[in-house]
């Protein structure tokens, strides 16, 4: 008997073995073909795609420039810096080794900052290839400062180039993406976007008004066919921190460890395009610790207040000696 059940075990496993490798080569024949045929679509929705592209003249505006030139579309590029743009415009029309036919990028320099001059940017940008398909919000500036110590003013400007800018030029562009029905509205929020940390109190609440906004607007235009991806990236290594500005409205000049630690550009810039061209509704780019620090936001508030307020304490003593 024993011999027998020995025999019914073997032929037990013959069968699972049978049954199970054919259903794993199934699961991954089936995974790629999915990922190919994400590639395919990734691919035609950015190629000849009409893409608009804020604070281009630096960091990751500009290496998210260079990925989706690469990839095809048809860049209108802005900023504040019309001498930054074209050096950029340069660059991308240097000879590459991208497969997809590529297009002459526009400049379009305006201040986000400045409703007038958006009204009359938006004109521009619609001569430009006649439409808009992708919007990528990406300009934005960081602060430092206490609360006690930065005057109201210093709150306006962040939230002006952070929040007021990027809307206004969204409400520009949106009556024509409608009209068309089509469209994709992309922001780069920040992971301060859905946690505040200490001494960046107007960064935060500009972020934290980004994301709640461009969720409303994902929400209503849905109806329009038209699509709307938040990025909310951690720290990357760029001019952010040295272009910051403090409580009195002075450039803080500095490249702090953290943004010097940060990731490469290129690398997120990569992240963005492939986020953009799945059209993702939400996406962190972020390392674990923030990634778990959003999620300790909302599941234990009290004890994430506690360990904000025990960094600002560290901050202010490191300050201090
Ligand atoms: N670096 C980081 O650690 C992180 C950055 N982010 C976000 O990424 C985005 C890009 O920042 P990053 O590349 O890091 O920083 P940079 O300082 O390198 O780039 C900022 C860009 O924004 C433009 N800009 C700033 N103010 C204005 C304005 N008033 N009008 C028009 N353009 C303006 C700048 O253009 P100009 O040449 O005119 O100054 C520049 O091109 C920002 O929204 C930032 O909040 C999010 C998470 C982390
Ligand atoms: C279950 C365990 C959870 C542990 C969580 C510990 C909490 C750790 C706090 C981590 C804070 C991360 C802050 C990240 C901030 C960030 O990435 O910001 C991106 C920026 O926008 C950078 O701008 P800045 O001007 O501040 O350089």
Same mark, same amino acid.
């Given at each position: ?8 075990? $073997? ?27 994400? &590639? ?10 009409? /893409? ?10 500009? @290496? ?18 019309? @001498? !930054?743009?074209? @050096?950029?415009?340069? @660059? =991308? ?27 009359? !940017? ?12 992708? =919007? ?31 809307? *206004? =030029?969204?409400? *520009?562009?949106?009556? #024509? ?11 780069? +929020? ?5 946690? +505040?940390?200490?001494?960046? #109190? ?6 934290? *008004?980004?994301? !709640? ?7 209503? /235009? ?18 952010? +921190? &040295? ?34 061209? $799945? ?13 778990? *620090?959003?999620?300790? &936001? ?12 025990? &960094? ?10």
């Amino acid at each position: 008997s024993s011999r027998r059940s020995l025999l019914k075990a $073997k032929a037990m496993d013959l069968i699972t073995s049978v049954a199970i490798l054919p259903l794993l080569v199934g699961c991954v024949g089936i995974f790629s073909l999915f990922k190919l045929l994400q &590639r395919m679509h990734m691919k035609a929705y950015l190629q000849d795609a009409v /893409v608009v592209i804020t604070g281009a003249t630096s960091g990751l505006g500009r @290496e998210c420039a260079k990925v989706f030139y690469a990839a095809g579309a048809k860049l209108v590029l802005c900023g504040r810096n019309r @001498e !930054a743009l074209e @050096e950029l415009t340069r @660059e =991308l029309a240097a000879p590459s080794a991208t497969k997809a036919q590529t297009y002459k990028p526009y400049a379009v320099t305006f201040d986000l900052a400045d409703p007038g001059a958006i009204v009359a !940017a938006t004109a521009e940008i619609l001569q430009c290839f006649g439409h808009v398909d992708i =919007l990528v919000n990406n300009a934005g500036i960081s602060y430092r400062g206490t609360i006690t110590d930065t005057t109201v003013d210093v709150d306006k400007r962040v939230m002006e180039t952070n929040y007021f800018g990027p809307v *206004a =030029l969204t409400k *520009a562009l949106l009556p #024509s993406m409608i009209e068309r029905r089509q469209g994709h509205v992309v922001v780069i +929020s920040s992971i301060q976007g859905k946690i +505040s940390i200490p001494f960046r #109190s107007a960064y935060a609440a500009s972020k934290h *008004a980004t994301q !709640a906004f461009f969720d409303c607007l994902r929400a209503e /235009v849905e109806q329009h066919e038209i699509e709307v991806t938040v990025i909310s990236p951690g720290y990357i290594h760029t001019n952010l +921190s &040295r272009n910051a500005i403090t409580a009195d409205g002075s450039r803080y000049g500095a490249m702090d460890e953290t943004t010097a630690q940060g990731r490469n550009p290129a690398d997120v810039a990569k992240d963005v395009l492939s986020a953009v061209g $799945k059209k993702k509704k939400d996406v962190i780019l972020a390392d674990l610790l923030p990634f778990l *620090a959003v999620y300790l &936001r909302t599941l234990a508030p009290g004890l994430f207040f506690g360990l904000m307020a025990s &960094r600002a304490r560290k901050e202010r003593k490191s300050k201090d000696s």
